[in-house]
């Protein structure tokens, strides 16, 4: 059964980027498309944005100016880089994967990693 | 971007009561909604999807019906570990974008 683990800072500071590791263990990191959504009490559950494991990515518009998402398959990571961070970026982090159900259609998330806080203070 | 508006926004109910929770979208979606359970301090779990296909391992108290832009997930008999909160998720096209959800209590 595959899982997901994130990890990362819990604190960042206003201005800073803030860089969380999703780590894939038991399937395959491969054919799938991945994603990070955050949930934080203002907004509610928000879709970041998807990276294949060939490294194709799709970034949600509203934060596609500060987002990368990148996949190293050798360690089995997803990364997440969001730059100029904001107390409106405070919230828990997840990562989850597409279920592939409705190829080409992408969107079901079937498997989510537990999240990680992330809180943005001086 | 297209609105996923939910009502209500919360509610009682008794168990064994059949629950309606409503989403609608701001623009036609066809059948691409899926509805996810979160249950207090656990990870969203996808219930339904196609509006009315049922992930597997759910539940059969649980059904979904709509198309277009009105779409509702019913529970036909409460349980009390049915007490959630129940987001309702467009992916027709990105960006997915969820409803604010609507937490249901015994």
């Known amino acids: 059964q595959v899982q997901l683990q994130e990890s990362g800072p819990g604190l960042v500071k206003p201005s800073e980027t803030l860089s969380l590791t999703c780590s894939v263990s038991?399937?395959?990191?491969?054919?799938?498309?991945w994603s990070w959504i955050r949930q934080s009490p203002g907004k509610g559950l928000e879709w970041i944005g998807y990276?294949?494991?060939?490294?194709?990515?799709n970034y949600n518009p509203s934060l596609k100016s500060r987002v990368t998402i990148s996949v190293d398959t050798s360690k089995r990571e997803i990364t997440l880089k969001l730059n100029s961070m904001t107390a409106a970026d405070t919230g828990v982090y997840y990562c989850?994967?597409?279920?592939?159900?409705?190829?080409?259609?992408?969107?079901?998330?079937?498997?989510w990693g537990k999240g990680t806080t992330v809180i943005v203070s001086s | 971007d297209i609105q996923m508006t939910q009502s209500p926004s919360s509610l009682s109910a008794s168990v064994g009561d059949r629950v309606t929770i409503t989403c609608r979208a701001s623009?036609?979606?066809?059948?691409?909604l899926a509805w996810y359970q979160q249950k207090p301090g656990k990870v969203p779990k996808l219930l339904i999807y196609?509006?009315?296909i049922l992930q597997s391992g759910v539940p059969s108290r649980f059904s979904g019906s709509g198309s277009g832009t009105d779409f509702t997930l019913t529970i036909s008999s409460l349980q009390a570990e049915d007490v959630a909160t129940y987001y309702c998720?467009?992916?027709?096209?990105?960006?997915?974008?969820f409803g604010q959800g609507t937490k249901v209590e015994i």
């Open positions: 038991g399937g395959s990191i491969s054919s799938y498309y």
């Open positions: 989850a994967r597409d279920s592939g159900k409705t190829y080409p259609l992408l969107g079901l998330l079937d498997v």
């Open positions: 998720q467009k992916y027709n096209s990105a960006p997915w974008t």
């Open positions: 196609g509006a009315s």
């Open positions: 990276i294949y494991y060939s490294g194709a990515t």
């Open positions: 623009q036609g979606i066809s059948n691409f």
